[in-house]
Nanobody, 116 residues
Framework: QVQLVESGGGLVQGGGSLRLSCAAS????????MGWYRQAPGKQRELVAT???????NLADSVKGRFSISRDNAKNTVYLQMNSLKPEDTAVYYC??????????WGQGTQVTVSS
């Protein structure tokens, strides 16, 4: 059983910052890629950022220069630092991990609301 526990979401004013965390535990076989996705009301889930076990990261164009992703392999934890938040960043943010066998797992989601 694999569990992903997310934290750090909340309500923030535009221009503010939040830091999301996602800790993975359980029977995980060699976590490879860790990442964050988001889903706004009425929209499809979209990629925000991913990071490999070697530290190579990828960010969506819409968040480049504002968001950064990092991970602590010893703690099986991935972080998303979100700066200069905009109302359009409002969404439920989901943590995702993929192990070396290609199996993926999702967190329960954490709400981020940015007021104008």
């Amino acid at each position: 059983q694999v569990q992903l526990v997310e934290s750090g979401g909340g309500l923030v004013q535009g221009g503010g910052s939040l830091r999301l965390s996602c800790a993975a535990s359980g029977s995980i076989f060699m976590i490879n890629v860790m990442g964050w996705y988001r889903q706004a009301p009425g929209k499809q889930r979209e990629l925000v950022a991913t990071i490999t076990s070697s530290g190579s990261s990828n960010l969506a164009d819409s968040v480049k220069g504002r968001f950064s992703i990092s991970r602590d392999n010893a703690k099986n934890t991935v972080y998303l630092q979100m700066n200069s938040l905009k109302p359009e960043d409002t969404a439920v943010y989901y943590c995702n991990i993929m192990n070396a066998l290609g199996r993926g797992y999702w967190g329960q989601g954490t709400q981020v609301t940015v007021s104008s």
